[in-house]
């Protein structure tokens, strides 16, 4: 299944897909505002200077069989939320975060899938071996998900819904 997984950098023609996701129930449950309307002109400001590379997350889609099923974006954490994560020893330190965006596709596995290769491409390709992500704290298949690809609970942020989760190899 892994080898029908592709990362491809997300293009302007991808816009349009992103507003139907981004307006998918379970998608605002867990990665984004419930109650907010995903217009297309907040999409594009949102997404456009990422695919141009005017932002410092790089956006992909990931595909399954040809078929795009999902977003997950990329970063570098900056210096001072490094040093904190890392108690004053500055390190590079990755993030990221995803979402399958097709209904289908969901409750298969393929998030398992998509983070375990998600970790190996930040470790051979950018020679990054520690990540921190944020979770909300209700999304439980998100957090088993992480939890099966060697993520740990590190604590909560505070004054939100975010589980702090860590990977370091």
């Not at 520690?130 to 999304?139: A, G, P, R, T």
Request: aromatic share 10%; charged share 30%.
């Amino acid at each position: 299944m892994e080898q029908q997984i592709i990362f491809r950098d997300m293009n302007l023609e991808d816009l349009e897909m992103m507003v139907a996701w981004r307006n998918e129930e379970d998608v605002k449950k867990y990665y984004g505002n419930p109650s907010f309307d995903y217009s297309h002109e907040y999409i594009i400001n949102k997404y456009k200077p990422r695919i141009l590379k005017e932002d410092k997350k790089v956006p992909i889609i990931i595909e399954y069989e040809h078929e795009p099923i999902g977003y997950l974006q990329f970063y570098t954490l900056e210096k001072e939320e490094i040093l904190k994560i890392t108690n004053g020893k500055s390190s590079e330190v990755g993030s990221f975060d995803l979402f399958i965006g097709s209904s289908k596709h969901r409750n298969k596995g393929l998030g398992t899938i998509i983070t375990r290769k998600l970790i190996t491409k930040f470790e051979e390709n950018r020679g990054i071996h520690h990540i921190v992500i944020k979770v909300l704290s209700n999304n439980h298949r998100a957090i088993k998900c992480y939890e099966k690809c060697g993520f740990r609970i590190r604590g909560q942020e505070n004054n939100r819904n975010l589980i702090l989760m860590e990977y370091k190899r």
